[in-house]
């Protein structure tokens, strides 16, 4: 711009009667418009690459940990091979104070009973609040439409934000849609105390995975066994 203003100077003090000086008028505001429109295309070009890290992120969250469930369910189908029925493998954690009190044969993360490695839960899967509540839960509950007549083994991964949840249902279903469920979280998918049929969540009847929603939390499901 300063360039500008000089030539305009020059140009007006040598040959005001030739017109130059609106041509150099017209060059200088052209060159405002580009500077414009490329600081604004540059703008919008950081949104779109800002948009798409967060969408490659939520796949790449959704796909690990679904890969994380499926590592511990090989675990599970390990340890049935070794004569270890579902309902008695624990799942005390490693941090655990009574992890190395035996029977270590039947805990799933020892390195004496299923080898499973135990990953904690990682942030970019935790909900985003001042007071994260995401966490695993390892527990047997009764699925509609899911497995024989025992109780399925399942795991659990809940209070995640809805973005997470729309992901893992789109390798699901296909589809974000989260579907609801009612009930008490704790209760259906951590505890385990609650039935999960058709009358608290109908859209998860015969469906071994799924993420659903009391309306305010949502949680992930997988059945690392069908019982």
């Not at 130059?20 to 060059?27: A, E, P, T």
């Not at 490659?56 to 091979?81: C, P, R, W």
């Not at 039947?106 to 909900?127: D, L």
């Not at 659903?212 to 499901?221: A, I, M, N, W």
Request: hydrophobic share 40%.
């Amino acid at each position: 711009m300063m360039k500008c203003a000089k030539i305009f100077t020059d140009e007006f003090k040598e040959d005001t009667a030739k017109g130059s000086i609106l041509f150099i008028l017209l060059i200088c505001v052209a060159l405002f418009a580009a500077l414009g429109y490329a600081v604004s295309q540059g703008f919008r070009l950081n949104l779109g690459t800002t948009d798409a890290a967060k969408t490659d992120q939520e796949k790449l969250n959704a796909t690990s940990v679904i890969d994380y469930f499926q590592h511990v369910a090989e675990g599970v189908q390990e340890m049935k091979y070794a004569n270890i029925s579902p309902a008695a493998i624990d799942f005390t954690l490693p941090d655990d104070p009574s992890f190395d009190t035996p029977p270590l044969d039947k805990k799933i993360f020892h390195p004496q009973g299923g080898n499973v490695q135990y990953t904690a839960v990682w942030s970019q899967v935790q909900e985003k609040s001042n007071t994260p509540r995401t966490q695993w839960a390892f527990f047997q509950n009764s699925i509609e439409g899911v497995g024989g007549t025992a109780s399925e083994l399942i795991a659990s991964l809940s209070y995640i934000d809805p973005p997470l949840c729309q992901e893992l249902n789109r390798n699901i279903l296909g589809s974000t849609t989260i579907p609801s469920f009612s009930g008490t979280l704790q209760d259906l998918f951590i505890d385990g105390t609650t039935l999960i049929t058709s009358g608290n969540c109908a859209a998860c009847v015969g469906k071994p995975m799924l993420c659903v929603s009391d309306g305010t939390d949502r949680v992930f499901y997988f059945v690392l066994d069908r019982g």
